[in-house]
């Protein structure tokens, strides 16, 4: 054999273990306060002690140089634990910059292009000393945003974003933002244009992800979110400001050739490390889990793994002030959790599952504007919500219907009945921010309050949407609206026909727990008519 040859096939055969043999790439770094704002370390930059670092599993401080150092665990995001009093830069992409991704060996070739492969250098975290807020905190909660194509990426835009920033007038929109799954609808190759949308909002924004956000060629449910986590960053994490600690889950177990390929669950490294980490918090600290797949089960199936739940609900028992935010549902829902569920802390606990942005999945006829209806199956009007954490932990919660200004509810009812009648005919007001206990009550021409039911019934707006869809020989929409399902936030109240001709108007108030007395009105008319 040439000596030549013999050269390079000795070479191409000890590749291998040269590449084995190459030092770990360098998973370590330091925190420091950046004064001069240029994103570096440099003098005059103060390094930060006992900040906490993770790569979702191990959890670390900075020592007294602000430096940390992780184990190396290849397919990993490390990022640091935002502390209250701080801020991170915001990067190119709109986000805040607090978190790389480990991808030293390449990883699964997958559709959307998963995490690239890279040997990234040691990183330094940049943290920039934030004026503190006077009054409570504002954030904004995003649930399915779950755009499929670029038109409903400009949907969201025109729908959600442009009224916020037109609202904020320059200013952020908010202190801090929340999406809580489902950004797109399985085309991921979406997210640049919808984190343009957000980034218009000028508000650091944390994801969750959403079984829509899944790479659905990937093998395993461990790189079932690489091009998510590319985009965005850990699939769990948590983040601090002073009135509260967020910790964002990734709760969708993906299930590749089962059915159904998905159910709500956590994986054994989020155990771990959430038990970590809330060990470094005081009991009485004010927590909000944010995720995506509801913690409840929907009615005869397990949708959310009860072991899991059971397990995760042990981790919170001991503190006293825990809200759960969840999407996925496309309703607008409250949930109270007790013993049933596993649940054994000293009072229920309140999960919000919080109405979509894209509503019924962008469905509808459109407006003037060319913006779809969007109802959701409860007849809940597309939007977000927002919330409101005061410095002693207690919050507020309301829901904001897109183009629909400050409406808290909506009322349907006959324009015409015949005088005499047999009163069955009903009035129906959807209270969006309805719950088991909210009182709601109706007035007829200015008389006395008497209470309207609550009843696990359809919108019968939304029904009458429904029959509009079936009848017509053409598409009113692109997509038609979802079919309509029983809500938790209606009540009814029969309309009295023993009043004289003519019009009658009602007034319908309700108590909501956070806004107090919102109304709304409307009428109907009496007519006589002969057989």
Request: proline share 8%; net charge negative.
């Amino acid at each position: 054999m040439p000596a030549r040859i013999h050269i390079l096939l000795c070479l191409a055969l000890c590749l291998p273990a040269l590449a084995q043999a190459l030092p770990p790439p360098c998973n370590g770094g330091r925190v420091f306060e950046d004064r001069d704002g240029d994103g570096r370390f440099s003098r005059g930059d103060r390094p930060l002690p006992g900040i906490l670092v993770s790569d979702g599993l191990e959890l670390v401080r900075s020592d007294e140089r602000g430096e940390y150092a992780l184990h190396w665990r290849d397919g990993r995001t490390t990022f640091v634990i935002k502390p209250a009093g701080y801020a991170f830069p915001t990067g190119e992409d709109g986000l805040p910059v607090f978190w790389r991704n480990q991808q030293y060996r390449a990883g699964p070739p997958l559709k959307f292009g998963g995490i690239p492969g890279a040997s990234p250098a040691c990183r330094d975290f940049a943290l920039i000393r934030a004026k503190a807020g006077r009054g409570p905190l504002d954030v904004l909660v995003f649930a399915d945003p779950q755009a499929k194509t670029a038109a409903q990426v400009a949907y969201y835009d025109r729908d959600i974003i442009t009224p916020l920033v037109a609202e904020a007038q320059g200013r952020p929109a908010a202190a801090l933002g929340l999406t809580l799954g489902d950004i797109a609808n399985d085309d991921l190759s979406l997210y640049p244009g919808l984190k343009a949308a957000t980034a218009r909002l000028r508000t650091p924004w944390l994801h969750a992800a959403g079984n829509h956000d899944l790479d659905f060629d990937a093998a395993t449910d461990e790189d079932s979110l690489r091009s998510f986590r590319h985009a965005f960053g850990p699939d769990t994490f948590a983040w601090e400001e002073a009135q509260a600690s967020f910790i964002v889950l990734d709760d969708v177990i993906y299930r590749p050739g089962q059915r159904p390929a998905y159910i709500g669950g956590l994986r054994e490294d989020q155990f771990t490390w959430l038990a970590a980490y809330l060990d470094t918090l005081p009991r009485d600290r004010r927590l909000v889990i944010a995720a995506h797949i509801p913690f409840f089960d929907e009615p005869g199936r397990e949708t959310f793994r009860r072991a899991d739940r059971e397990r995760l609900f042990a981790l919170l028992a001991p503190f006293t002030r825990v809200l759960l935010l969840s999407g996925h549902g496309h309703v607008q829902r409250h949930h109270y959790h007790d013993a049933d569920d596993g649940w054994h802390g000293a009072s229920p606990l309140h999960e919000y599952n919080v109405g979509a942005a894209c509503g019924g999945y962008w469905g509808g006829a459109p407006d003037a504007e060319g913006l779809p209806d969007a109802r959701m199956s409860d007849g809940t009007p597309n939007g977000y919500a927002r919330l409101g954490i005061a410095r002693d932990g207690g919050y507020s919660l309301r829901w904001h219907a897109a183009r629909a200004g400050d409406e808290a509810m909506s009322l349907h009812a006959p324009r015409v009945l015949r005088r005499g009648h047999w009163p069955g005919v009903g009035l129906f007001a959807n209270v969006y921010m309805g719950q088991a206990d909210t009182r709601v009550e109706v007035r007829i021409d200015g008389g006395d309050w008497r209470p309207m039911q609550r009843v696990d019934a359809p919108d019968p707006a939304l029904v009458a949407e429904n029959v509009l869809d079936d009848l017509s020989t053409t598409l009113r929409g692109f997509d038609r609206l979802p079919e309509a399902e029983a809500s938790t936030h209606l009540w009814r109240f029969n309309l009295p026909t023993d009043l004289p001709a003519g019009p009658h108007a009602f007034e319908v108030r309700a108590f909501d727990r956070w806004r107090g007395e919102i109304r709304a009105t409307g009428s109907y008319r009496l007519v006589d008519a002969a057989e």
